[in-house]
């Protein structure tokens, strides 16, 4: 069995027993955390897929240990003008070793409110007369519903001749 998590904007694959390294977490050594949210869960044939049908997976890891990433150097410069700037970058990372992925199903969809709606709603008796609305006054017409006024003749331009 198999998810794919997502976690500071990476995407991993894991299993039990995987070892990661992820952006540093909070965590202490050794404490449990929990990474969500879950996008994928496969076991062997079936392949569970969108936030229905995982429910509330989720995977569990155990801190081992705090580490920092390779050094990258950043070298800058601006042609012809004598700049020259050079930058250092170490990510900060937190190594998991994934004890479990924990599937569970969702709860079968339930009825959508309108449906529920028209369940509920009383069927009318046998031979009464359905509720006509009272007829209103006639309200007017939106503005972009209105016919524009026709516009005024132009005056021919004579050219002065």
């Given amino acids: 069995m198999y998810a794919i998590l997502k976690h500071g904007g990476h995407q991993y694959r894991v299993s039990a027993g995987d070892r990661l390294l992820v952006d540093r977490i909070p965590a202490d050594v050794g404490s449990t955390i929990t990474l969500e949210p879950v996008l994928l869960v496969a076991d062997g044939a079936s392949v569970d897929a969108g936030e229905q049908s995982l429910g509330d997976a989720r995977v569990t890891a155990t801190v ?52 529920q709606r028209a369940e509920a709603a009383p069927e009318p008796a046998a031979g009464a007369t359905p509720d006509v609305p009272a007829a209103t006054a006639e309200e007017p017409a939106p503005a972009s519903a209105r016919p524009r006024r026709a516009a005024a003749p132009r005056k021919k331009v004579s050219d002065g001749a």
């Fill in 64 to 115: 081992v240990a705090h580490r920092r990433g390779r050094k990258l150097r950043v070298f800058t410069y601006k042609p012809k003008k004598r700049r020259r700037r050079t930058l250092g970058y170490r990510s900060q990372l937190t190594e998991l070793v994934v004890e479990e992925v924990i599937a569970h199903k969702a709860a079968p969809a339930r009825a959508t409110r309108s449906r």
